[in-house]
C-alpha cells in the first residue's frame, strides 16, 4: 500500500499558474507510473499528464505546452506545473500510482484524496 497526498490546490484567475505536489508514503520508483487524472464537476476523470518509471511523459492534448509533469524520486514527490490555465481546467486533481503486476497488464491502481483546482475568468 502507499498513501498519496495532493497539495497546492487553490483558486486562480484564468492566465495564472499553480503547482501541484503529489507526496508519496513509500519510494514512488517502485511503481511503473505516476500519473495526474482530473475530474470537472459532472464529468468522467481523465488523465492530465504521466511519467513513466524510466521517465517517458504523456500529456493530454487539452493540456500540451502548458502543463509540465515531473518527479523526484529521493523526495517520493511528483509535481504538476500549470500554466496559462483557463477556465475548463477547474476540476479535482488526483494523483495516481500505477504498478503493472503480470505480463497481461493487469494493474494496481493507488489514488490521492484529491486537490481542487479553480480557475476564474
Known amino acids: 500500500q502507499v498513501q498519496l497526498v495532493e497539495s497546492g490546490g487553490g483558486l486562480v484567475q484564468a492566465g495564472g499558474s499553480l503547482r501541484l505536489s503529489c507526496a508519496a508514503s513509500?519510494?514512488?520508483?517502485?511503481?511503473?507510473?505516476m500519473g495526474w487524472y482530473r475530474q470537472a464537476p459532472g464529468k468522467q476523470r481523465e488523465l492530465v499528464a504521466v511519467?513513466?518509471?524510466?521517465?517517458?511523459?504523456n500529456v493530454a492534448d487539452s493540456v500540451k505546452g502548458r502543463f509540465t509533469i515531473s518527479r523526484d524520486n529521493g523526495k517520493n514527490t511528483v509535481y504538476l506545473q500549470m500554466n496559462s490555465l483557463k477556465p475548463e481546467d477547474t476540476g479535482v486533481y488526483y494523483c495516481?500510482?500505477?504498478?503493472?503486476?503480470?505480463?497481461?497488464?493487469?494493474?494496481?491502481?493507488?489514488w490521492g484524496e484529491g486537490t481542487l483546482v479553480t480557475v476564474s475568468s
Open positions: 495516481n500510482a500505477r504498478k503493472i503486476v503480470n505480463v497481461e497488464g493487469a494493474r494496481v491502481d493507488h
Open positions: 513509500r519510494n514512488i520508483f517502485r511503481f511503473d507510473a
Open positions: 511519467i513513466s518509471s524510466d521517465g517517458k511523459i
